[in-house]
């Protein structure tokens, strides 16, 4: 069982900048192909400055997520930025005491990340944005919780449903951000977000069991 802690969220994050800046080109390839082919180095940018920070800073694993978060909000341009840096804010704000995190708690987190990504940017299931990621991570990882399952467990059911979600992504005409602009002609590409969302969860199962 994972200790939550600055020092954890710090590990996860900085695991997290490494794989975009390893992903980086390819997710402004796929940006590319629908939007303005910059998600690579806005989230390059904004994770570079959030594993700068010095968990040494924070008194607990809270401070330090609700700074990443706001760390992503002022230093990304693009939409993604808000959004990531929300999710973060949220996770932030639910995680109030350091200590063991139990799948429950995890499922908690993940439910007021989305909820703030989507009161911020008012997308829907099926609208082809990194929504359809984390949605079916939250349900996995929700029912991990119910089943009475480990975190390990639910981490490792959050980052298979998201993979699977970030899939979903490529048959689905675009409804929010500038993909929406090409309207049936953003089908046929995988979203750019919902692929950087998929690595996120993914660095969470490696990192936070
Ligand atoms: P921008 O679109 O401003 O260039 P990025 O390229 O960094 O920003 O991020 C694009 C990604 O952001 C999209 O692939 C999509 O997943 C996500 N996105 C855009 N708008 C929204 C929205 N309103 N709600 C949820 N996700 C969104
Ligand atoms: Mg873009």
Not at 42 to 57: E, F, H, K, Q, Y
Not at 78 to 97: D, I, Q, V
Not at 169 to 178: P, S
């Amino acid at each position: 069982m994972s200790d939550l802690s600055a020092q954890s969220v710090s590990t996860w994050l900085k695991d997290f900048a490494d794989v975009i800046n390893e992903q980086a080109n390819y997710l402004t390839d796929l940006d590319r192909q629908i939007g303005d082919a910059d998600h690579g180095s806005n989230m390059s940018r904004g994770m570079s400055a959030v594993a700068a920070l010095d968990p040494a800073s924070f008194t607990d694993a809270s401070g330090m997520l609700k700074k990443a978060g706001m760390t992503l909000v002022s230093t990304v341009g693009g939409a993604s930025g808000p959004l990531y840096g929300t999710f973060f804010l949220r996770l932030g704000t639910t995680f109030t005491s350091d200590g063991e995190l139990s799948a429950a708690d995890l499922a908690r987190g993940m439910q007021a990340g989305l909820d703030g990504i989507i009161a911020r940017g008012k997308a829907s299931p099926g609208d082809k944005t990194l929504v359809d990621t984390l949605t079916p991570a939250v349900a996995a990882a929700q029912q991990a919780a119910d089943e009475g399952r480990s975190l390990a467990e639910a981490l490792q059911a959050a980052s298979k449903a998201a993979d699977q979600g970030r899939d979903s992504t490529v048959d689905m005409i675009a409804k929010r951000g500038r993909a929406s602009y090409l309207g049936e002609r953003s089908k046929g590409h995988q979203d750019p977000g919902a692929t950087s969302m998929a690595l996120l969860i993914d660095s969470a199962a490696r990192c936070l069991a």
